[in-house]
T-cell receptor
Framework: KQEVTQIPAALSVPEGENLVLNCSFT??????LQWFRQDPGKGLTSLLL?????REQTSGRLNASLDKSSGRSTLYIAASQPGDSATYLC??????????????FGKGTKLSVIP | AAGVIQSPRHLIKEKRETATLKCYPI?????VYWYQQGPGQDPQFLIS???????DKGSIPDRFSAQQFSDYHSELNMSSLELGDSALYFC?????????????FGPGTRLTVT
């Protein structure tokens, strides 16, 4: 059974700092990995999707990398801003020809950016 | 751009009652997923539908059932509600024609069982 772990569980940084969030998964047979942002009590906003054949994806100040063989992904946030404060979740989709499309989520990293 | 729509946004029910949650996927998306997120927990997959047929099943209790209709909207029916069913219920949609089958999530329905 796929297990997804995110470290650290919580992170507090001063505004302007660059930071890295970590995600690891136990089964490397994944189709893709998505990073999400969730504000308190709100829905999930997709930030980046990395296909299993890709090494990284970039969107603005965000850069996500994937090392499928070692079961790791990182989300790099450059020049953090108070508006980046949220919980960041990573989720993996298994590689299956049997129509298994469900995502398995990590428990998230709660980020606080201090002005 | 159109997003996933869920209704109602908030629902309060008493124990043993029944609840119905609705989801309207992004137009032309052919797959719908339901997830449950308990307080302080990560989202857990419940069930999915592809072209109106159940495609995958997760940790969905027998008290819950779901279906996808001809217009592609989906409903999650929950009976004999228990206190532990209080959670945020997300619907997501994706298109198998799109690269990566990226899942787009709705704002969620917050269910409170008292």
């Amino acid at each position: 059974k796929q297990e997804v772990t995110q470290i650290p569980a919580a992170l507090s940084v001063p505004e302007g700092e660059n930071l890295v969030l970590n995600c690891s998964f136990t089964d490397s047979a994944i189709y893709n990995l998505q990073w999400f942002r969730q504000d308190p009590g709100k829905g999930l906003t997709s930030l980046l999707l990395i296909q299993s054949s890709q090494r990284e994806q970039t969107s603005g100040r965000l850069n996500a990398s994937l090392d499928k063989s070692s079961g790791r992904s990182t989300l790099y946030i450059a020049a953090s801003q108070p508006g980046d404060s949220a919980t960041y979740l990573c989720a993996v989709r298994p590689y299956s020809g049997a129509g298994s499309y469900q995502l398995t989520f990590g428990k998230g990293t709660k980020l606080s950016v201090i002005p | 751009a159109a997003g996933v729509i869920q209704s109602p946004r908030h629902l309060i029910k008493e124990k043993r009652e029944t609840a119905t949650l609705k989801c309207y996927p992004i137009p032309r998306h052919d797959t719908v997923y339901w997830y449950q997120q308990g307080p302080g927990q990560d989202p857990q997959f419940l069930i999915s539908f592809y072209e109106k047929m159940q495609s995958d099943k997760g940790s969905i209790p027998d008290r819950f059932s779901a279906q996808q209709f001809s217009d592609y909207h989906s409903e999650l029916n929950m009976s004999s509600l228990e206190l532990g069913d209080s959670a945020l219920y997300f619907c997501a949609s994706s298109s198998l024609q799109a690269i990566g089958y990226e899942q787009y999530f709705g704002p969620g329905t917050r269910l409170t069982v008292t």
